[in-house]
Every structure is written in structure tokens, then in C-alpha cells.
């Protein structure tokens, strides 16, 4: 009886391994939905489970896993419960005398079909959801997200509509030197908008190194990968907003990208969508137009927090990327300084190549206030039609 109840009990805990291995598995396919919801309070998102989300898939990926959790939960019970009153009931200090005996063909059927049972029972509502999970046929909506070091660009296909969402918690509050805000690390200044009540598809890439698209949410984490393009859908039910962070380890600022979600009312949607169209028809007429050195300035200065801060340092001193104050790049040539604002740097992975992130208006602006801020005092006045000229001419 004591051989029996070891082997039984090994068994047990084979099949135990392997029942825990299916969600593991399963949470690597859906791509790790879980951990903190953008919605919750503090005490919640610092919770032991996971949350339930807002969409149908999210609460289907929670039921599933709480289903396998309490499998495996009490195929625990059983197997220990075995293990310990093996230990006790046939000891050898009670008297406890072994079985002559080496095998029992029952035993051996009983413990090698209940297990495969078990898992090919658990493999039903696992694979139903895989398939509702990577089903992405059939969208209404179809938005591009490509991942950049550090921030995301998001394209409405067939809208014309493409524009940059950045980090816009303040370096003041980043280095300890201001009260940290309600949404810490968690808000942008454009956030990726979308209608309630409609299938909305994503297809999501990278320009430059591995990033992952994570909303918690929404039951959505892809990789995003250079000259790849990974799918994902969703369906929200009710607006609100939600957000979530690059999870793929991707460079000096991986944690300073996060991802904001607006859903909201088809109406209010639609009137968005409209006022982003307008907003691109007014910047390919500004293109052709003379601002004034104040003008440049001031659009410069933001386009600066949003782009350079993090590597040159809010005074232009430097950090991970060279100081700006006074040196070649900033008092040297004007059109060297545009190529390293255009092209980047070869052989340098963290200056972007900003010529395909910002558009003219932008780089000729950001020029303009770099070569005029922290005393460097050029002089310089930049239009977008130099930035214009000099792309057609390079």
C-alpha cells in the first residue's frame, strides 16, 4: 500500500506540473494579459491577480484562468493529501510493514488516463479562446502602431490620419524634484482614440529595436518587431480611458513610453477623426508659410521636451546624449546641424533619425531653439521650406 501511495502520489504531482504549465503556456499566447488595470486604484493594481479588463476576450482570458487556477488548486489538495497520509498512516515507526508486490495495472491505467482527462478537458476552453484571441477578420477599424525609441506612432489607415504620442510627465517629476503626478509615467500628449462598439484591429511593428505593445486592459500585448508586423483586436464596450507601457526591454527610456487609450462614443469619435483631419489640412498649408523667430522659438522649446530632454537634459548640458550648450553641433555649421537632425548619426542607435518623425514645421522649429537657447545665441532662423530644400537636395 505505502509503494502504491508514492507512486501514486509521483503521478500525481507529474500531472500537477503539467496542468500548471497550461496557463503559462496559454498566457504566453495571448501575450501575458494581466497585472495592473489602467482604471484601478493603488491597493488594486498592486494586487496578486489579475484583473478582469474591459472587453469581452479580457473577461474570457480572467474566467479561463480562473478556472485553470482552481484545477490546479485541487489536484494540490489531492496530491498532498495523499503524499501526507502516506507519510503518516504507513511510517515505520508505526509498524508499517512493505508490499511485496511491483506493479498494479489498474493503478497504472488510472493514473495515466484521469490525467490525460484532465488536460485534454482543460485544452477545450483553451484553445476556444486562442481562436477568438488571434481572429482579428473583419475589422471595422484598422490603426498602424510602430514603436520608436521612446514613443509610439499611431496611423488610421485609409484616414490620413498619422501622428506621434509622447511622455508627458515632466522631468521635474521623473528626478524627484516636483511631486509625482496621479498618472506617473502613464500619460502622453496624444493618446490613441478609438470608437466604443467597434472592431478595431492593430497591426503594430517596430522602427528601430524590439518593443511590445501592452494595454492590461484590453487583453492586448504583441511584440513589436523591425520588418514585422504583429496583429491584435479589440472591442471596447464602454469609453473610458486605459493604459499600459512598452514591455520589451528596449533601451535607456524603455520605461518612459507608455501607451493611453481614449475610447470613446461613435459620435464623439467621429468629430475627433474630423478635427485631426482639419489639424493635418492646416499643417500642409503652414507648411509654405514664414514664422517669425519668437514663433520658431516657443514651438521649438516644446518640440524639444517632447523629443530631446531625455538625452540632452533640460538645459541643453547632456547626459546620455552630448551637450548642446555651446558646442559644434549647436554654433557649427547650420546645415550639419540639420543632417543630424535629419539623418541621425550613423553608428549611434540612440540619436533618431528624426527626418520621418517630425514634420518640417517641427525640425525647422526645434533647430531654431537649440541654436538660440542656453546663451548659444546664434541667431539662426530656420523656415520649413530650408528643411524642405535641404531633403530634396541631399
Not at 87 to 108: D, L, Y
Not at 228 to 243: C, H, K, L, Q, S
Not at 294 to 320: I, P, T, W
Request: aromatic letters at 10%; glycine letters at 8%; one cysteine or more.
Amino acid at each position: 500500500m505505502r509503494l502504491i501511495g508514492k507512486q501514486l502520489a509521483s503521478k500525481l504531482l507529474w500531472v500537477l506540473g503539467q496542468v500548471l504549465l497550461l496557463p503559462t503556456l496559454l498566457m504566453t499566447s495571448v501575450q501575458a494579459f494581466g497585472a495592473s488595470d489602467a482604471v484601478v486604484d493603488e491597493a488594486q493594481r498592486w494586487g496578486l491577480n489579475m484583473t478582469e479588463g474591459v472587453t469581452a476576450v479580457s473577461h474570457e482570458i480572467y474566467d479561463l484562468h480562473m478556472l485553470i487556477f482552481w484545477i490546479c488548486v485541487w489536484i494540490g489538495v489531492v496530491v498532498f493529501g495523499v503524499m501526507f497520509y502516506s507519510m503518516m498512516m504507513h511510517r515505520k515507526s508505526s509498524g508499517a510493514v512493505p508490499a511485496k508486490f511491483h506493479e498494479s495495472t489498474a493503478v497504472e491505467l488510472a493514473w495515466t488516463l484521469i490525467p490525460a482527462l484532465i488536460l485534454v478537458l482543460m485544452a477545450i476552453p483553451a484553445t476556444s479562446s486562442l481562436i477568438k484571441i488571434y481572429d482579428s477578420s473583419e475589422a471595422e477599424i484598422n490603426i498602424k502602431i510602430v514603436g520608436y525609441q521612446w514613443k509610439w506612432q499611431y496611423e488610421y489607415l485609409g484616414e490620413d490620419v498619422s501622428f506621434f504620442s509622447n511622455l508627458t510627465t515632466s522631468q521635474d517629476e521623473i528626478y524627484g524634484l516636483a511631486p509625482k503626478g496621479e498618472h506617473y509615467l502613464l500619460e502622453v500628449d496624444e493618446p490613441l482614440v478609438i470608437p466604443i462598439n467597434k472592431k478595431v484591429r492593430f497591426l503594430i511593428t517596430a522602427n528601430d529595436v524590439l518593443h511590445a505593445w501592452w494595454v492590461p486592459a484590453l487583453a492586448v500585448k504583441r511584440d513589436a518587431i523591425p520588418g514585422f508586423v504583429n496583429d491584435a483586436w479589440t472591442i471596447i464596450d464602454e469609453p473610458g480611458i486605459y493604459r499600459g507601457q512598452c514591455a520589451e526591454l528596449c533601451g535607456k527610456s524603455h520605461g518612459f513610453m507608455p501607451i493611453v487609450v481614449h475610447a470613446m462614443e461613435e459620435a464623439d469619435y467621429a468629430n475627433w477623426l474630423a478635427g485631426k483631419k482639419d489639424e493635418a489640412e492646416e499643417l500642409k498649408a503652414a507648411m509654405s508659410q514664414t514664422f517669425t523667430m519668437d514663433e520658431l522659438y516657443a514651438r521649438g522649446e516644446k518640440v524639444y521636451q517632447a523629443n530631446c530632454v531625455a538625452c540632452h537634459g533640460a538645459n541643453g548640458g547632456g547626459g546620455l546624449g552630448p551637450s548642446l550648450v555651446g558646442t559644434g553641433i549647436t554654433t557649427g555649421p547650420i546645415n550639419a546641424h540639420i543632417n543630424v537632425m535629419v539623418n541621425g548619426v550613423a553608428g549611434n542607435a540612440v540619436m533618431p533619425v528624426f527626418g520621418n518623425q517630425l514634420n518640417n514645421i517641427d525640425l525647422a522649429s526645434v533647430i531654431t531653439f537649440k541654436r538660440n537657447a542656453w546663451g548659444n545665441n546664434m541667431g539662426d532662423q530656420l523656415q520649413p521650406v530650408d528643411i524642405l530644400t535641404f531633403k530634396k537636395n541631399q
